[in-house]
């Protein structure tokens, strides 16, 4: 597929998502949607890919919902059905990524804002640039956070935080979102680049399923009582102590040599 609204490669394990609009601050439309869900499929079924990079193109990483897009505007009168677009192209979007057979690392290169910053959240890791910042915009047009933002922010930075973030639709500056804990780095802008390149080699070469199970994890755990969510691990745990890189992380600690994960 050529793709119009973003960019797509693969390398050494490293899939690179780039959304590309950046005349619109990398927006959303429904063609960048199906092209998304094209991208992701392609991850999901290519085997050596091991991780995935989410970034923008340009001085954004994306601004969010473009209002100009066909599905937005009101036809004979008739207001658009903006929970139709939800459900038709962002639900699907957050759940493509949680279920995501690989880690996902968001490389927020400049403003985030409503489900770009969603978006952003979505993702296992989150790492931005010192000049990046994080809008939750929908209460200026009156709407409330989607693309999961009500369901990441209170767990992210609790309900305070969130529920300040979510009414007053104030900008949140990158460090200040890092020692929140809201995303998990915050890195100069001329050493970003590098930092991001490192983080996906590094977890390219990590335990792929094991990432992901961990994620899964971590996200069943507010739906769970203690008990449910030690049987929950335990099924992890069974499966993993199967897997062909638990053998060889026990046979490196043993040997003392550096692991060479597969992925399996």
Not at 82 to 99: A, D, H, Q, S, T
Not at 232 to 237: N, S, T
Request: charged letters at 20%; a neutral charge; hydrophobic letters at 50%.
């Amino acid at each position: 597929m050529n793709f119009q609204t973003i960019a797509f490669s693969a390398s050494d394990g490293i899939a690179r998502l780039t959304l590309n609009r950046p005349d619109k601050l990398n927006s959303f439309t429904g063609e960048m949607h199906a092209e998304l869900r094209v991208a992701l499929d392609r991850v999901q079924a290519d085997h050596s890919i091991r991780v995935l990079v989410l970034s923008g193109a340009g001085r954004a990483f994306c601004a969010g919902q473009d209002l100009a897009d066909p599905d937005m505007q009101a036809i004979n009168g008739q207001l658009p059905d903006i929970g139709n677009v939800v459900e038709k192209n962002y639900k699907p979007l957050v759940l493509r990524l949680e279920n995501l057979r690989v880690p996902t690392l968001a490389a927020v290169n400049g403003i985030a804002a409503g489900a770009g910053a969603s978006l952003a959240l979505a993702c296992d890791l989150v790492v931005a640039t010192q000049s990046a910042s994080f809008l939750q915009a929908f209460s200026k047009i009156g709407l409330i956070p989607d693309t999961g933002g009500t369901w990441f922010l209170p767990q992210r930075v609790g309900m305070a935080r969130a529920m300040g973030l979510a009414l007053l639709a104030d900008k949140l500056p990158a460090a200040k979102a890092a020692d929140w804990g809201l995303i998990w780095e915050c890195v100069a802008d001329d050493a970003f680049v590098a930092r991001i390149d490192a983080l996906a080699a590094q977890l390219a070469g990590m335990p792929t399923k094991a990432l992901v199970r961990t994620r899964q994890a971590m996200h069943a755990a507010p739906g769970h009582t203690l008990e449910q969510q030690l049987s929950y691990e335990g099924g992890f745990m069974r499966e993993l102590g199967w897997s062909p890189d638990y053998a060889e992380g026990v046979a490196a600690f043993m040997e003392k040599r550096a692991p060479k994960f597969s992925g399996n």
